[in-house]
């Protein structure tokens, strides 16, 4: 979760694969976001990797992995490096690339490669991916938009402006 929930109005859900295209053109949307509305909105990421991108999975592993050892900011450290790294084609960040995401977000990279090397997390990518699917999402980069006072929902699919949320955040938190 990038910012805080307990003081936000509306959570963005990001539903997103480390080697999406679409995904990576989204970054900077995202970060638009956080940084127009602060403690406003939360933005929480949720893996979806796509089968089609081989690494997308190991990628969204090593999330979890950085996550487990070195905490939140260890996550988005690692989020943002293979964001900024890959050509998201599917193999656009090499998977032996991993541990030095790692050692950038100041995680132990000895812990990590174990972490990941286990595949312990395997299942909870699958299952979150699962959940963004009962949850309507069918592609990435798939957000949601709750308004956290009043529990309702927007769906936005796609690599989209800023400035569709932008209208979408403003009215929740208008409403709220």
């Given at each position: 979760i990038r910012g805080d929930l307990s003081?936000?109005?509306?959570?963005?859900?990001?539903?997103?694969?480390f080697e999406c295209p679409f995904c990576?053109?989204?970054?900077?949307?995202m970060q638009q976001v956080v940084s127009t509305y602060g403690d406003k909105v939360a933005v929480v990421f949720r893996d979806f990797p796509l089968s089609f991108h081989q690494n997308a999975q190991k990628e969204a592993e090593a999330g979890r992995?950085?996550?487990?050892?070195?905490?939140n900011d260890a996550f988005w450290k690692v989020h943002d490096y293979i964001f900024d790294k890959t050509t998201s084609n599917g193999i656009g960040f090499p998977l032996d690339q991993l541990p030095v995401a790692a050692k950038e977000a100041g995680v132990n990279v000895a812990k990590f490669q174990t972490c990941l090397d286990s595949g312990k997390y395997a299942k909870t990518v699958?299952?979150?991916?699962a959940g963004g699917s009962s949850a309507g999402v069918n592609g990435t980069p798939g957000n949601i938009l709750l308004d956290l006072k009043t529990q309702k929902s927007q769906l936005i699919s796609g690599a989209v402006p800023f400035s569709s949320f932008q209208s979408a955040i403003d009215a929740m938190?208008?409403?709220g």
């Open positions: 003081k936000a109005q509306v959570a963005l859900i990001e539903y997103s694969d990576k053109r989204h970054f900077p949307t992995c950085a996550f487990e050892i070195g905490g699958t299952d979150e991916m938190l208008k409403i």
